[in-house]
């Protein structure tokens, strides 16, 4: 087990509510990111962060913001959700980039937008 | 960015029988993962293999990083290998992003 936690692990919101989804690691891992997972479209990244205050897009951002204000805790918040947001959510952290290394991934968040 | 490509996109075996997975990427690469989907969701860490070839039990993977692809070889698969596998790399172009394949959906009957 990689000790990274997501939080919570389902949950129904409703179009147009903030919803925050909580990203918990104990590993110290500098990298931390966050992907969504829908049919036919495999794993695609939505932000990552490579320190505390530091974070960067990836390929499908629009919509999401992030926080980073612990090495522990890595934030995804929907400002406002719409049902293209429904997904499966995975968190993933990984130790350093010279070289690079190996990626962990937590149990994901299901997250039904009504 | 780099792409990713997976084949076959699904497959179904009888128990017992051996399996090869391709996953070719379009650029240089630092890292590259395979992962197992079960059917829970969970996504299992199954080789980091930039390059060469590595073993664990029934499963084993190959990474030609000048030809720009991997293997990963399933031998007597069993119905607990069902689910998705992945491949997933770092380009050396592209910072410290994971990008994924599409997957192959693995269905192992009895």
């Known amino acids: 087990d990689a000790g990274i936690t997501q939080s919570p692990r389902h949950k129904v919101t409703e179009t147009g509510t903030p919803v925050t989804l909580r990203c918990h690691q104990t590993e110290n891992h500098r990298y931390m990111y966050w992907y969504r997972q829908d049919p036919g479209h495999g794993l695609r990244l939505i932000h990552y962060?490579?320190?505390?205050?530091?974070?960067d897009k990836g390929e499908v951002s629009d919509g999401y913001s992030v926080s980073r204000s612990k090495t522990e805790d890595f934030l995804l918040t929907l400002e406002s959700a719409t049902s293209s947001q429904t997904s499966v959510y995975f968190c993933?952290?990984?130790?350093?980039?010279?070289?690079?290394?190996?990626?962990?991934f937590g149990q994901g968040t299901r997250l039904t937008v009504v | 960015g780099i792409q990713v490509e997976q084949s076959p996109p699904d497959l179904i075996l009888q128990e017992g029988a051996n399996s090869t997975l391709r996953c070719n990427f379009s650029d240089s690469v630092n890292n590259l993962q395979w992962f197992h989907q079960n059917p829970w969701g969970q996504l299992i860490n199954l080789f980091y293999i930039p390059s060469g070839t590595k073993q664990n039990g029934r499963l084993s993977a190959t990474t030609v990083a000048t030809e720009r692809y991997s293997l990963l070889y399933i031998s007597s698969s069993q119905t607990t290998d069902s689910g998705v596998y992945f491949c997933a790399v770092v380009s050396r172009n592209a910072g410290n992003m994971l990008t994924f394949g599409g997957g192959t959906r693995l269905m192992v009957k009895p």
């Open positions: 993933a952290i990984k130790w350093d980039t010279l070289g690079d290394t190996e990626a962990f």
């Open positions: 962060s490579y320190g505390v205050k530091d974070t």
